[in-house]
T-cell receptor, first 113, second 116 residues
Framework: KQEVTQIPAALSVPEGENLVLNCSFTDSAIYNLQWFRQDPGKGLTSLLLIQSSQREQTSGRLNASLDKSSGRSTLYIAASQPGDSATYLCALEGETSYDKVIFGPGTSLSVIP | DGGITQSPKYLFRKEGQNVTLSCEQNLNHDAMYWYRQDPGQGLRLIYYSQIVNDFQKGDIAEGYSVSREKKESFPLTVTSAQKNPTAFYLC???????????????FGPGTRLTVT
C-alpha cells in the first residue's frame, strides 16, 4: 500500500531564503507525482506535475525533482517571498491504480518578511 | 474560463439532516473526485467517478452518496449516517484515460460544511 510522507510538517524561513520541501513515498511504481499549493480555506492549486519518466519540472522560482528509486521528490523554492506562505502537498498516482491519487499530509510554510 | 465550481462556499446544517454539495466542471474531464479534508490531515477520498453513470467508493464512503448523471456534474450528499460530517470538502477532476496524458488533477475552491 502506497504511503506518502512530508517532512517537516511546518517550516518557517526568512524572506529571500532558498528552501526545499520533501515528499517521500514507499512504492516506486508511480504514474506521476504532483505538487499542490493550498492557501487557508481554499482549494488546491497545481504547481508542477512530474511524469514517471521525467526527473524534474520547473516553473518560475519552483523546481520539482523526482527520484523513483529512492522514493523521494523535492520541491525547491528559490528566493522565497511572503506570498509563498501556504501549505504544500504532494500527491502520487499509481501505475496500476490510475483512478486513485494518494496525498501527503502537507508542509505548512511561513515566509517571514 | 474553464474550471471547477463548488457551491456553496459555506454550508450550515442541523444534525440529522441530509445535505447536498454541488460540483460542476467545464473542462470536459471524464473523471471526478470528492475528497474530505480535516485539520492536520491530508485529503481522504470519498467517492470517484471515471465515467457518466458509474462511480466507485473511496476510502471513507460510509455516510455519503453520489450520482453522475451528467459528465460535468458530480454532486455529493452527506447523509445523517455520517457521524462526523463537519469538514472541508473538495471536488477535483482529471482527464483520466489509462496510460494516456498526464492525469493532472484540478480542484474546485471547496465547501466548508458545519453540522451542529
Amino acid at each position: 500500500k502506497q504511503e506518502v510522507t512530508q517532512i517537516p510538517a511546518a517550516l518557517s524561513v526568512p524572506e529571500g531564503e532558498n528552501l526545499v520541501l520533501n515528499c517521500s513515498f514507499t512504492d516506486s511504481a508511480i504514474y506521476n507525482l504532483q505538487w499542490f499549493r493550498q492557501d487557508p480555506g481554499k482549494g488546491l492549486t497545481s504547481l508542477l506535475l512530474i511524469q514517471s519518466s521525467q526527473r524534474e519540472q520547473t516553473s518560475g522560482r519552483l523546481n520539482a525533482s523526482l527520484d523513483k528509486s529512492s522514493g523521494r521528490s523535492t520541491l525547491y523554492i528559490a528566493a522565497s517571498q511572503p506570498g509563498d506562505s501556504a501549505t504544500y502537498l504532494c500527491a502520487l498516482e499509481g501505475e496500476t491504480s490510475y483512478d486513485k491519487v494518494i496525498f501527503g499530509p502537507g508542509t505548512s510554510l511561513s515566509v517571514i518578511p | 474560463d474553464g474550471g471547477i465550481t463548488q457551491s456553496p462556499k459555506y454550508l450550515f446544517r442541523k444534525e440529522g439532516q441530509n445535505v447536498t454539495l454541488s460540483c460542476e466542471q467545464n473542462l470536459n474531464h471524464d473523471a471526478m473526485y470528492w475528497y474530505r479534508q480535516d485539520p492536520g490531515q491530508g485529503l481522504r477520498l470519498i467517492y470517484y467517478s471515471q465515467i457518466v453513470n458509474d462511480f466507485q467508493k473511496g476510502d471513507i464512503a460510509e455516510g455519503y452518496s453520489v450520482s453522475r448523471e451528467k459528465k460535468e456534474s458530480f454532486p455529493l450528499t452527506v447523509t445523517s449516517a455520517q457521524k462526523n460530517p463537519t469538514a472541508f470538502y473538495l471536488c477535483a477532476s482529471t482527464q483520466n484515460k489509462p496510460n494516456q496524458g498526464n492525469h493532472e488533477q484540478y480542484f474546485g475552491p471547496g465547501t466548508r460544511l458545519t453540522v451542529t
